[in-house]
């Protein structure tokens, strides 16, 4: 696994990059050799922000967690990709009994483009997106997994583009486009 770190505001020791790699090796063994982890490490007000993100063929888990201390906020960010992980690998199994193994693996891949001409918009970031047939419960994973509050897609059903998002509630809503 390709690590790379980014530190804003703080500079990074050794120790700490090593402490990194040690708890990111544990993962090795689901991730292949291709993947990416970035590792976002951020000092603001004696509060310190870690953010990994670990892109592995079409598909991306991310965890942040911010704390007092950068080691305790490591440990707490490995532990909800741990988390992540379970979670993907008990549906994905649940998906395999009832489905092929074809529609399991296909997610859409996030590209991130800068925006210096949209100023009179505020537009600070857009992102593009390609977009594969999905399942909603797919998306909803995808959504999941990469920490967002709502997620473009292409309907493997209706082959129409949807979002799915999560509600105040803490349960989910689509978006469907319609007819008229």
């Known amino acids: 696994m390709k690590i790379t770190y ?5 500079t990074l020791r050794d120790n700490f990059k090593e402490r990194v790699e040690q708890k990111l090796k ?8 291709n993947a990416e982890a970035a590792v976002v490490v951020t000092l603001e007000k004696n509060r310190q922000t870690v953010e990994i993100t670990i892109k592995d063929n079409s598909m991306v888990f991310r965890a942040e967690s911010t704390m007092s201390e950068m080691n ?3 440990d707490k960010v490995t532990d909800l990709i741990s988390g ?3 979670k993907h690998k008990t549906r994905l199994s649940k998906r395999i009994k009832t489905g092929s193994i074809d529609d399991l693996f296909v997610a859409p891949a996030e590209e991130e483009v800068d925006m210096e001409d ?19 419960e797919e998306a909803v994973l995808q959504m999941e997994m ?7 897609f292409l309907n493997a059903d209706t082959n129409l583009i949807n979002v ?6 803490g349960s989910y809503g689509l978006i469907e486009p319609s007819d008229d």
Do not use: N, T
């Not at 992102?127 to 594969?132: A, G, N, T």
């Not at 799915?164 to 509630?169: A, T």
């Open 146 to 152: 990469v920490g967002h509050q709502f997620y473009m």
């Open 164 to 169: 799915v998002y999560i509600r105040k509630d």
């Open 6 to 10: 980014v530190a804003r505001k703080v």
């Open 84 to 86: 992540q992980l379970r």
């Open 118 to 136: 949209a100023d009179e918009l505020d537009i600070v970031r857009r992102k593009q997106v390609s977009l594969k047939p999905v399942s909603v």
């Open 72 to 74: 305790d906020a490591l």
């Open 26 to 33: 544990k993962f090795a063994k689901v991730f292949s050799d």
